[in-house]
Antibody, heavy 122, light 108 residues
Framework: QVRLVQSGAEVKKPGASVKVSCKAS????????LHWVRQAPGQGLEWLGFINPHSGGTNYALHFQGRVTMTWDTSLSTAYMGLESLTSDDTAVYFCAREKSGTYGEDYFDYWGQGTLVTVSS | DIQVTQSPSSLSASVGDRVTITCRTS??????LNWYQQKPGKAPRLLIITASTLQSGVPSRFSGRGSGTDFTLTISSLQPEDFATYYCQQTYRTPPVTFGGGTKVEIK
């Protein structure tokens, strides 16, 4: 059993940066990938990328490359997602989610954080 | 990237109705297709993996079928707690992970 608890809502001005945290408790995340997904108001789910907490390796969606940074603090069992140069289009709820890999290579997101609302407004 | 197209984008149904949601991918993904349910203000909840395997705790009125490029999620008898938005997700070739656009199931 894993619990992912995210940091609180943020309000940022255009051009600023934001850093959202996702603290894991329960089972270790070693051996899993930790993904970030966002959802703009009234819209669908958009994948941002993932981090491998064991190696620190990352993979970002093309759309966000150069603007997003994902990190993992082993001592705190906490993942961070930073997004720079914010615009109003970045207003969304940001979720972290654990990826589970099955025996035959099937992957799915089995645990999710509660979401963090990031509002970008002047 | 593999594109995922979900239909319909919304539907209205009554309690007890049979509801089917379709997901189509731009290329064959075998059965690497998952379904999630999301209620307002909440994170998505995993319902089905590999097209048809129900997760623990998911009611048996939910079922999934399909392989290749065409998949369906069926709710055999809609219950009040099933009114939500449903998303499919392909994990056959990643990154990127891609989701369908969602289907909102509303009360008629």
């Amino acid at each position: 059993q894993v619990r992912l608890v995210q940091s609180g809502a943020e309000v940022k001005k255009p051009g600023a940066s934001v850093k959202v945290s996702c603290k894991a408790s329960g089972d270790s995340l070693t051996g899993y990938h930790l993904h970030w997904v966002r959802q703009a108001p009234g819209q669908g789910l958009e994948w941002l990328g993932f981090i491998n907490p064991h190696s620190g390796g990352t993979n970002y969606a093309l759309h966000f490359q150069g603007r997003v940074t994902m990190t993992w603090d082993t001592s705190l069992s906490t993942a961070y997602m930073g997004l720079e140069s914010l615009t109003s289009d970045d207003t969304a709820v940001y979720f972290c989610a654990r990826e589970k890999s099955g025996t035959y290579g099937e992957d799915y997101f089995d645990y999710w954080g509660q979401g963090t609302l990031v509002t970008v407004s002047s | 990237d593999i594109q995922v197209t979900q239909s319909p984008s919304s539907l209205s149904a009554s309690v007890g109705d049979r509801v089917t949601i379709t997901c189509r991918t731009s290329e064959s993904i075998a059965n690497y297709l998952n379904w999630y349910q999301q209620k307002p203000g909440k994170a998505p909840r995993l319902l089905i993996i590999t097209a048809s395997t129900l997760q623990s705790g998911v009611p048996s009125r939910f079922s999934g079928r399909g392989s290749g490029t065409d998949f369906t999620l069926t709710i055999s008898s809609l219950q009040p707690e099933d009114f939500a938005t449903y998303y499919c997700q392909q994990t056959y070739r990643t990154p990127p992970v891609t989701f369908g656009g969602g289907t909102k199931v509303e009360i008629k």
